[in-house]
């Protein structure tokens, strides 16, 4: 059969409008300048130093068009980065790294008005750990001879943490409640600081991630006694979880990518893919395993069914222990 030129020239038409078609889906958002990457903590914390981590990738990978520009906002135990999302002008160019104050400040300061469902759900990095620090010149290398020693001192053993009813407080309000203790807990700008603090004896303990006091550790000067979490980290394998040593508890931290409220479906698209690329790079997986991280990937519905749990959970932790009502 003979096609005539008339019908190639249709033929041709549809077919280069096809395509064009499918390359305008495709890139149907890419960000046209920079994007701002806000960090709801201090500088040298875990978050810090993954946001960071994560800007470095993509950069060397060139997986974005723009660059990320890391913003810290860590005021107010994350309320400030929380309230300058929510009021983003421009939710396509605004992302954000949480940590668990991401379910936390909202519920103890319900006079942002900020609901974290409203969030943009582009993927969840990992999970991170807790341990529980000493410092070496302690005298303290287990986790039995830490409760006999904070017990003697009662609220004269003060554990630093990451700002008021975060994520440390709440292991540190659980220790006091189940072991009998009056820990002093004081709050830092940062796990970085917390880190500091203790290297340089100035606080007792932390609870610090592994990514936090990691430094210290290889020099000697802390010691992790216990894992928050279910089974022991590979990073620290002489050191037991509580749950092996009685306490049914664990703990773990978000380490997510959440896009500002108001973000278009197209441009929420493009970022998870972005961060998709980023989790399965051989740099991220080199720092998740290096650094005690744990969990998948994961975004989308069912990322915002993590929050609605979490939340959840993180609703009956803070109501048990006082901090709200």
Known sequence: MTISM????????LAAFAWTAAAGAALAFEPTKPIEFVIMAGKGGGADKMARL???????EDLAPRPLVPANKGGG???????????????DHTIMVTLNSFFTTPLRQPGLEVDIMTFAPVGRMAEDTFLLWVHKDEGVTTFDEFLAKAKAEGNSWVMGGTGKNSEDNIITDFLNENYDLTIKYIPY?????????????????????PSEALGFYESGDVIP????????????????????????????????????????DDALAYYTDLFSK???????????????????FMSGGDLKAYWDTQRSRHKEILTASGAIK
């Open 6 to 13: 008339s019908k190639m020239t249709k033929v041709a038409a």
């Open 54 to 60: 994560m800007q470095s990738i993509v950069e060397k």
């Open 77 to 91: 135990s994350g309320a400030e980065a929380l309230v300058h999302l929510k009021g983003a002008t421009d939710p």
């Open 189 to 209: 700008k940062g796990g970085g600081e917390v880190a500091k603090q203790l290297a340089g004896r100035q606080i007792h303990s932390s609870v610090n991630n």
């Open 225 to 264: 006694l216990v894992a928050f979490t279910n089974e022991r980290l590979p990073l620290f394998p002489d050191v037991p979880t509580l749950k092996e040593l009685g306490a049914d508890f664990s703990y773990f931290m978000q380490r997510a990518v959440v896009g500002a409220p108001g973000m278009s």
């Open 278 to 296: 980023v989790y399965e790079s051989a740099d991220w997986q080199e720092y998740k395993s290096g650094r005690s991280l744990m969990g998948d």
